[in-house]
Structures are given as structure tokens and as C-alpha cells.
């Protein structure tokens, strides 16, 4: 009996030992960076069981000793490792070829290292979420951020950052400036393929972590594109959506041959009729990279993207009223009509902008490296409009004062002309460019804890502007006399007219930073200097060497160019002009500091201060598109930022908080006037400031494996400093021109973009392979924009009109499957779920009222289904 109760007990305690559960603990990291991955999921190999990642890249699972933990996150190359082992720093590689390379140069910023305030959108949150939305709306719940569609049409999308509009927030496209080198501003329609091709995002608010002088005001937008997988595979893609959204995509790479070369390449057609009326589009985007690793100490990576598109859009904001009395409600657009029985946007736009890099990455040493960006860009298109006896008024539209515009009527007009000239006709605003540069920085690392890096940013840009007839809308030809090197011209489709200048821009940079790295303290401090120059050549107010040329051998043309110039004086100093300007130089600088001290393993602590000057827009020194008179004497704008922070990672639960002021000082305003000798003077309006102020909070709380929340909260206080008086504009002898400039805005609030910002999300597991989640987005204290120096009397110091504050919901599923030896993704998503009618964009209005103000009203509920295939 003892014997068989011993072997009994005996077996139990096999059995026990054999299938004894425990509990391990690890943490997921980035081979490259060491940064933690948050949300790689971890499953014991073969079974369903699993869990993700926190804040700090934890997780702790239970399972049988000894079992195989399979660790993957997207974009990285999965990993199988044992329970048993050392799992305190389980480090993922990148699945892309050049990856970690591309991140250096786009100054990408370091958790718990890099002291500035960052949030980052990964693939996956950019694949779940983006949908049918504008690229910038991926970040509208991200702290100090306000993003909208704008007017609506495709890719017409705008953003702020910190109450800075985008000329003044930075773009960056795998540490490239993406920015018009003329105006800053950013046209999202040209980086339609974005969506598809991005593999994350930062938003470095504030100072930020390049080392380029970029106009990062309010921050910089760090975009890293797909590059090369290692693996060889790729994808096929469809969607659908509200007002016959379409999509059609694919993806395709290599994988890394034996012989070092990989690439990978990838493409989209998007369509649809577009949420408001008459903004009607189509787009194709495309992407490609190629990626060879010639040994251990050089690699080439070529990159290309771009997308050809066409859209409608609404250019013009309507008031209050207008969208009440519409048929069209919110939808309402007074800028198209019908040609023919054929849809005609009178207001459009239409742009290819193909971007391609060539980056080389050499490691010298084990402490030396140096790495080249060398780009091209060639922008091609620009926006629809109207000219001549247009008549855009109530009175020329089909079916009411808040009908399509009567195109037929004009055509009809046009075509009834006894002389076939039209009378009213469509045009285009060209804006073609050649953009190249270099970027290449060396990195040396000096000893254990300091890094010296230095490079240059040398970029060259070529702008040209006209405006081109593009229908005649049953006309014949045009009669112009906008050209004084062809006096009396015949204008038919194609052909230029009012202005045509090409914009000379060129940028030379040199940056240097220094980085100390010890244990729990990481600091760094940047240097950068920048010449800005301007240059412009005027084709049709000046005259051509050929035509200076007739002018002095053939006495009939002098004759006539001295009765079109008003007499002889005149033509003479038309014969000295140049078309092409001496460039005007303006010398730049931007000088930042900052330190991360972690104070445990859970706890840090940062501070950045910084200050730049920033060469005034090239619109400030050539203020005329029909004129070479320049504003030498324009202004640089001073900027002035300081920012402390403080972050916590502990378990599930991860907080930021931050605390920013930033003094924007004479903003570059330029006024325009004409002496009494008919001669054009600049006044330059300095003395203008600002200050943008305020608290972020952000974070993000794991409550287990299924479940998980994300939060932020934002409070501004942007508002303008001080009142200019008896600005006093005057010609080269010092004689006053017209009476003195006063701006009353003292203590107002900035415009354009909410001030208040908060949102909650949330991500739950539903079942096994099926994850819901929802974001709340709210807004306040949104004040209509407005031009300051417009509040010229005691009186115009009033608040612009405070937009009523609204709330969102976004709604969304995705739902991973098999589909035979396929893994499939289903993305759904529902914007604005509750379906609330608020206003998004406002102009003030002259009473500073709801009922004057000029606004585009946001999109009601609309949703978007994809499904992707991985092959």
C-alpha cells in the first residue's frame, strides 16, 4: 500500500513539475534607438495566449516553464525567444533596409534622452485611424495640435501647432524640408501618397530636435517614409466610403538578396465625389525605394515619392446665413457649375510633385560616420480661377441666388460676341518649381559620454508663377496688353497673362551640435547660421534684351515704346532695368540648448531653451508680382522659446506634462505705397509680439492586455502683446508718404486655432483578432483669424468672434483574419459618429460677430471600409 501511495505521489508531482505555470517578465526595445516599443504583442508560440506591451515596453504572462515567447510589432522582424531566458531587454530589428540611417538624419527624438516635448504616430496607428481622412488629421489628438479639412477638397487640409499656422511649423520628410521655400506653407494634396508610405511620424513641439534652422516656430512635423523590407512580400489593398470614396492599392518588395540589393515599391488610386458639393477628385500616388548595402561601411538607399491629382475645391468660406438658406446645408459651395451638362470646377486644383533622395550612409570608424542626403524636387500645376466679366454674383447662378454658377450663360454670351473676344473666361495660377539640396552631416562620437556632429543644408529653389488661360469658355481668343515686350497680344488657351516672374531662392547652412550622454543625464547644444537670398525676374513689366535690342536699332519701335512708357525719361529707365534682380541677402541663426535628467527608472525631468532669427518670406521683399521693386529693408522676425517637462513611465501608466513659452517678436508685416512721384515705398511694421503660452498633458493607461486608454489635455493663452502707434512710412529723402500706421491689438487673442484642446481614446480586444476603439476630440476657445494690422483704431481693439465650442467622436474596428495561407486586416471607421454640425474654420467679420463672420463649416458623419491583404 506504502509503495503504491509513493508512486501515486510521485506521478502527481511530475505532472505538476511538467505543466507548473509561472509568471515572466520583460521588456521589448529597439534594437537601434533603444527606445521602448509600445504595444508589441507578445504570444506563447502556438497558443492564443498573449499580451502587449506597455508605456515602457513591460508585460509580464503567464505560462508553462520553459514555454517559446513570439514577439513581434509592426515593422520590426518578429522574434521567438525562451521563458527561461534573460527577458529584461528583448531587442526587435528594424524590418526595413536603412531604416535606423533615415532616423538619424530626420533627427528623430529619443524617449527619456531628447528633452523636447514629442508625441509619435506609428504605422499601425496611421493604418487603423487614417482612413478617408487628411493626412494632418492623424495628429488632431495630439497635444497643442488643431487640425481641419479646411475648404474641404481633397488634400486641402491645414494644421497649427501650438497656435502657428504651417508656415511656420516645420515639415520634414525623412529629414528633408518639405516647406515652399518661398511662403513655408504646406499644400497636403502634394503628399497625397503619404498615407500609404509613411512608417511613423513625430510631432516635436516647440524647439524641437533638428539640427537644420528650420521655421520651427511652433514645431516640426518629423515624417519617416517606408523603406525597404527585409523580408519578401507584400500587399494588395481596397477601400470605400461615403460619396463614392474608392481606393485601389498595392505594395511589393524584394527583400534583402544575398547581394545586398532590396527594394520596394508601391502605388494607389484614390477617387470619389468628395463630401462638399463640387470638390470631385482624383489622385495617384506612388512610392518606391531602393535599397543597397554595398558592404559593412557604405550603404545606398534611393528613394521616390510623389502624387498627380486633381481636385475641386471650395475656395471661398460662406457666412452663417448662406449655409442656412442652402439646399446643400453644411455642403455648400459657391465655386462650380455645369458646362455643357458637363460638372466644371471653376475653383480647383491640380499638382504633381515628385520628391526623390539619394542618401549615403558611411561608417568610418566604430566612433566616426557620415551621412548624405542628396534631393530633387519638380512641382508641376496650381489652382483654378476666373477672369474677365466673370460675375460670380446671386444673380448668374441656375436655380437661385445659392444655386451652381451659370456657366452656360457665359459661354453662351461669349459665343454670341460679334468679334469672337470672350468676355469672361477660366484660368489657372501657375506656381511651377525646381527645388534641389544636399543635407549631410558628420557624427563623431569624442569619447564614452560626448558626441560631436556638424554638417551643411545648402538648397536652391526656382519658382515660376503666371497666371494661363485654360477654357475660353466659347470664346475665340483674348485681347491682352499685359506683356509691355508684346504690346498687343491674341490670348488663347495655354497662354500667359497678368503676371509671369520666376522667384529665386537660395539657403546656405551650416549646423553644429554637441550631445553629453552619462547614465541618468543626457544634454545637448545646437548651433545653426543661415543666408536666405532672394532674387526675382519679372518677364512682362520689364523689358528683354531682345526687345531693348529693336528698341535702340529700329526708330519706329523706339517711338512706340516711348508712347506706351509715357515718354522718353521713362523708357529710359525702363532700358536700365534688369529682369532678373540682384539677390537680396538675409543672414539667419538659431541657437538651442536642452537636458533630460531621469530620475529613476520611472521618473524624468527635462528643460530646452532656444532662440533663432528668422529671414523674412519672400513675398515681404518682393511685395509686387508685376514689379522688381524690392524691400531691401525688410526685417527678420526674433523668436524666443524656454520649456520644462516632466515624464513618467511606471507600469501600465505613462504622463507628460510640459510647460512652454514662446515670444514671437516683429512679426514681418509689410505695407505697400505709391509718393507723389509715382514711385513705390515699403514700410516695413515692426514692433509687433506675441506670446504663446501654455500646458500639455498627455499619456496613456494600460489596463490589461485587452484593454487600454489614451489622454491629453492642451490650455493655450496665444495672444498679441502690445499696440504700434505713428509707424511713419517714408521715401528715400525722408519725406513722409501718407498718414502714420497704428495697430490696436494689444492683450487680443490669436486666431485660427483652438486654444483648449482635450481627448480620451480608447482600444479594446472584442475577441481574438477583433480590436474597437474610439477617440473624443474637444475644442474651445477657437477665435476667428484675422489680420492684426487691420485694427487700426482704439475702437478695432475687440476680440475677433469666439467660435462655439464643439466635441468629436471618431469611431474604429480592425479586425486581423486568415484568408486561406493569407493574413488580412479589415479597417473601419466612422468620423464624427454623433454627426455634430460646428464650425471648423472662421474669418471675422466686420461687427466681430457669429453673423459676419466667413466660415467653412467641419464634415457631418461620414465613414470609410479598407481591407488589406498581406501576400
Same mark, same amino acid.
Do not use: C
Given at each position: 500500500m506504502m509503495k503504491k501511495t509513493l508512486l501515486t505521489l510521485m506521478l502527481a508531482l511530475s505532472v505538476t513539475v511538467i505543466f507548473a505555470q509561472s509568471t515572466v517578465s520583460g521588456k521589448v526595445i529597439d534594437a537601434e534607438t533603444g527606445e521602448a516599443l509600445i504595444g508589441a504583442t507578445i504570444l506563447e508560440k502556438g497558443t492564443s495566449n498573449g499580451v502587449i506591451t506597455d508605456m515602457q515596453g513591460s508585460f509580464s504572462i503567464e505560462v508553462p516553464n520553459g514555454a517559446t515567447l513570439e514577439i513581434s510589432y509592426v515593422?520590426? /522582424?518578429?522574434?521567438?525567444?525562451?521563458?527561461?531566458?534573460? /527577458?529584461?531587454?528583448?531587442?526587435?530589428?528594424?524590418?526595413?533596409?536603412?531604416?535606423?540611417?533615415?532616423?538619424?538624419?530626420?533627427?528623430?527624438?529619443?524617449?527619456? %534622452?531628447?528633452?523636447?516635448?514629442?508625441?509619435?504616430?506609428?504605422?499601425?496607428?496611421?493604418?487603423?485611424?487614417?482612413?478617408?481622412?487628411?493626412?494632418?488629421?492623424i495628429l488632431k489628438s495630439t497635444p497643442g495640435v488643431y487640425a481641419t479639412k479646411a475648404g474641404g477638397g481633397f488634400g486641402d487640409g491645414r494644421i497649427n501647432v501650438r497656435g502657428f499656422n504651417s508656415e511656420n511649423v516645420a515639415v520634414m520628410i525623412n529629414g528633408i524640408p518639405v516647406n515652399d521655400m518661398e511662403n513655408g506653407r504646406i499644400f497636403w494634396?502634394?503628399?497625397?501618397?503619404?498615407?500609404?508610405?509613411?512608417?511613423?511620424?513625430?510631432?516635436?513641439?516647440?524647439?524641437?530636435?533638428?539640427?537644420?534652422?528650420?521655421?520651427?516656430?511652433?514645431?516640426?512635423?518629423?515624417?519617416?517614409?517606408?523603406?525597404?523590407?527585409?523580408?519578401?512580400?507584400?500587399?494588395?489593398?481596397?477601400?470605400?466610403?461615403?460619396?463614392?470614396?474608392?481606393?485601389? +492599392? =498595392?505594395?511589393?518588395?524584394?527583400?534583402?538578396?544575398?547581394?545586398?540589393?532590396?527594394?520596394?515599391?508601391?502605388?494607389?488610386?484614390?477617387?470619389?465625389?468628395?463630401?462638399?458639393?463640387?470638390?470631385?477628385?482624383?489622385? =495617384?500616388?506612388?512610392?518606391?525605394?531602393?535599397?543597397?548595402?554595398?558592404?559593412?561601411?557604405?550603404?545606398?538607399?534611393?528613394?521616390?515619392?510623389?502624387?498627380?491629382?486633381?481636385?475641386?475645391?471650395?475656395?471661398?468660406?460662406?457666412?452663417?446665413?448662406?449655409?442656412?438658406?442652402?439646399?446643400?446645408?453644411?455642403?455648400?459651395?459657391?465655386?462650380?457649375?455645369?458646362?455643357?451638362?458637363?460638372?466644371?470646377?471653376?475653383?480647383?486644383?491640380?499638382?504633381?510633385?515628385?520628391? /526623390?533622395?539619394?542618401?549615403?550612409?558611411?561608417?568610418?570608424?566604430?566612433?566616426?560616420?557620415?551621412?548624405?542626403?542628396?534631393?530633387?524636387?519638380? +512641382?508641376?500645376?496650381?489652382?483654378?480661377?476666373?477672369?474677365?466679366?466673370?460675375?460670380?454674383?446671386?444673380?448668374?447662378?441656375?436655380?437661385?441666388?445659392?444655386?451652381?454658377?451659370?456657366?452656360?450663360?457665359?459661354?453662351?454670351?461669349?459665343?454670341?460676341?460679334?468679334?469672337?473676344?470672350?468676355?469672361a473666361w477660366l484660368r489657372a495660377s501657375r506656381n511651377d518649381h525646381n527645388w534641389y539640396g544636399i543635407l549631410s552631416s558628420v557624427n563623431h562620437q569624442l569619447n564614452e559620454n560626448i558626441t560631436l556632429l556638424g554638417g551643411l543644408d545648402l538648397r536652391s529653389?526656382?519658382?515660376?508663377?503666371?497666371?494661363?488661360?485654360?477654357?475660353?469658355?466659347?470664346?475665340?481668343?483674348?485681347?491682352?496688353?499685359?506683356?509691355?515686350?508684346?504690346?498687343?497680344?491674341?490670348?488663347? %488657351?495655354?497662354? %500667359?497673362?497678368?503676371?509671369?516672374?520666376?522667384?529665386?531662392?537660395?539657403?546656405?547652412?551650416?549646423?553644429?551640435?554637441?550631445?553629453?550622454?552619462?547614465?541618468? /543625464?543626457?544634454?545637448?547644444?545646437?548651433?545653426?547660421?543661415?543666408?536666405?537670398?532672394?532674387?526675382?525676374?519679372?518677364?512682362?513689366?520689364?523689358?528683354?534684351?531682345?526687345?531693348?535690342?529693336?528698341?535702340?536699332?529700329?526708330?519706329?519701335?523706339?517711338?512706340?515704346?516711348?508712347?506706351?512708357?509715357?515718354?522718353?525719361?521713362?523708357?529710359?529707365?525702363?532700358?536700365?532695368?534688369?529682369?532678373?534682380?540682384?539677390?537680396?541677402?538675409? =543672414? +539667419?541663426?538659431?541657437? %538651442?540648448? +536642452?537636458?533630460n535628467y531621469n530620475l529613476d527608472d520611472y521618473n524624468n525631468v527635462y528643460a530646452n531653451i532656444g532662440t533663432f532669427s528668422k529671414a523674412p518670406f519672400y513675398r515681404n521683399v518682393f511685395t509686387d508680382r508685376r514689379s522688381n521693386e524690392a524691400n531691401t529693408e525688410a526685417k527678420n522676425e526674433t523668436i524666443f522659446s524656454a520649456e520644462i517637462g516632466y515624464g513618467m513611465r511606471r507600469g501600465p501608466l505613462s504622463l507628460n506634462v510640459n510647460v512652454y513659452r514662446t515670444e514671437w517678436n516683429n512679426r514681418a508685416y509689410t505695407i505697400v505705397r505709391t509718393d507723389n512721384d509715382g514711385n513705390t515705398i515699403f514700410g516695413n511694421i515692426t514692433g509687433i509680439d506675441a506670446l504663446h503660452q501654455g500646458v500639455e498633458v498627455d499619456g496613456k493607461y494600460t489596463v490589461n492586455s485587452k484593454l487600454s486608454f489614451t489622454y491629453m489635455a492642451s490650455v493655450g493663452d496665444w495672444r498679441w502683446l502690445n499696440n504700434i502707434n505713428d509707424v511713419i512710412i517714408e521715401d528715400e529723402n525722408n519725406v513722409q508718404v501718407g498718414d502714420p500706421i497704428d495697430v490696436y491689438i494689444e492683450n487680443l487673442r490669436v486666431g485660427d486655432a483652438a486654444q483648449t484642446t482635450a481627448a480620451l481614446g480608447v482600444r479594446y480586444n472584442l475577441l481574438d483578432g477583433l480590436f474597437i476603439g474610439a477617440d473624443v476630440n474637444f475644442y474651445d476657445n477657437l477665435y476667428a483669424s484675422y489680420d492684426p494690422t487691420s485694427r487700426t483704431s482704439p475702437e478695432d481693439n475687440v476680440e475677433a468672434w469666439k467660435v462655439p465650442s464643439y466635441t468629436l467622436m471618431d469611431v474604429n474596428l480592425t479586425y486581423k483574419f486568415m484568408i486561406g495561407d493569407f493574413n488580412a486586416s479589415l479597417y473601419g471607421n466612422v468620423y464624427n459618429f454623433f454627426d455634430e454640425k460646428y464650425v471648423a474654420d472662421a474669418n471675422d467679420g466686420s461687427n466681430n460677430d457669429a453673423q459676419s463672420a466667413f466660415v467653412y463649416y467641419g464634415f457631418g458623419r461620414t465613414w470609410n471600409l479598407g481591407l488589406k491583404v498581406n501576400f
Open positions: 515593422g520590426f /522582424l518578429s522574434k521567438d525567444v525562451s521563458s527561461s531566458s534573460d /527577458l529584461s531587454a528583448i531587442r526587435l530589428e528594424s524590418d526595413a533596409v536603412g531604416l535606423a540611417e533615415v532616423q538619424v538624419i530626420a533627427s528623430f527624438a529619443i524617449d527619456r %534622452k531628447t528633452p523636447v516635448a514629442v508625441s509619435r504616430i506609428t504605422q499601425a496607428e496611421i493604418e487603423t485611424k487614417i482612413g478617408s481622412q487628411e493626412f494632418p488629421e494634396s502634394n503628399w497625397a501618397g503619404l498615407t500609404d508610405a509613411t512608417t511613423s511620424m513625430q510631432v516635436q513641439r516647440g524647439l524641437g530636435a533638428s539640427k537644420v534652422a528650420v521655421p520651427s516656430i511652433g514645431g516640426t512635423i518629423n515624417i519617416v517614409s517606408k523603406a525597404t523590407d527585409r523580408a519578401e512580400g507584400g500587399h494588395v489593398y481596397v477601400a470605400t466610403g461615403n460619396d463614392a470614396y474608392s481606393k485601389v +492599392g =498595392f505594395s511589393l518588395s524584394s527583400g534583402l538578396k544575398d547581394n545586398g540589393w532590396a527594394f520596394t515599391i508601391s502605388g494607389a488610386k484614390t477617387q470619389g465625389d468628395g463630401y462638399v458639393d463640387g470638390t470631385e477628385f482624383l489622385g =495617384f500616388s506612388y512610392f518606391a525605394n531602393i535599397a543597397k548595402k554595398i558592404n559593412d561601411s557604405h550603404e545606398v538607399t534611393f528613394t521616390a515619392v510623389g502624387a498627380k491629382q486633381r481636385h475641386g475645391q471650395r475656395q471661398n468660406r460662406s457666412t452663417l446665413e448662406d449655409y442656412e438658406l442652402s439646399e446643400s446645408g453644411i455642403k455648400y459651395n459657391p465655386d462650380w457649375g455645369y458646362k455643357n451638362g458637363q460638372l466644371l470646377h471653376v475653383e480647383d486644383n491640380f499638382y504633381h510633385k515628385p520628391q /526623390l533622395s539619394l542618401n549615403h550612409y558611411w561608417t568610418i570608424s566604430n566612433k566616426t560616420d557620415v551621412s548624405t542626403a542628396v534631393y530633387a524636387s519638380w +512641382g508641376s500645376g496650381g489652382g483654378g480661377g476666373t477672369g474677365g466679366d466673370f460675375d460670380p454674383a446671386r444673380n448668374n447662378r441656375v436655380g437661385g441666388p445659392y444655386g451652381t454658377l451659370n456657366i452656360d450663360a457665359l459661354v453662351d454670351r461669349n459665343e454670341s460676341s460679334v468679334t469672337g473676344e470672350s468676355e529653389y526656382l519658382g515660376k508663377h503666371f497666371y494661363e488661360v485654360t477654357d475660353l469658355l466659347g470664346g475665340e481668343f483674348i485681347l491682352n496688353d499685359d506683356d509691355i515686350n508684346n504690346p498687343v497680344r491674341t490670348l488663347r %488657351k495655354g497662354d %500667359k497673362y497678368n503676371y509671369n516672374y520666376d522667384g529665386h531662392v537660395g539657403w546656405q547652412g551650416v549646423f553644429a551640435q554637441a550631445e553629453y550622454s552619462k547614465e541618468k /543625464l543626457s544634454a545637448f547644444v545646437t548651433v545653426s547660421l543661415s543666408n536666405t537670398s532672394y532674387a526675382q525676374t519679372e518677364y512682362f513689366n520689364t523689358l528683354s534684351d531682345e526687345t531693348k535690342a529693336n528698341i535702340n536699332s529700329d526708330a519706329a519701335v523706339r517711338t512706340q515704346y516711348e508712347n506706351l512708357a509715357g515718354g522718353t525719361e521713362e523708357l529710359n529707365a525702363l532700358l536700365a532695368e534688369n529682369q532678373k534682380t540682384d539677390n537680396i541677402n538675409f =543672414f +539667419g541663426y538659431q541657437f %538651442k540648448g +536642452g537636458a
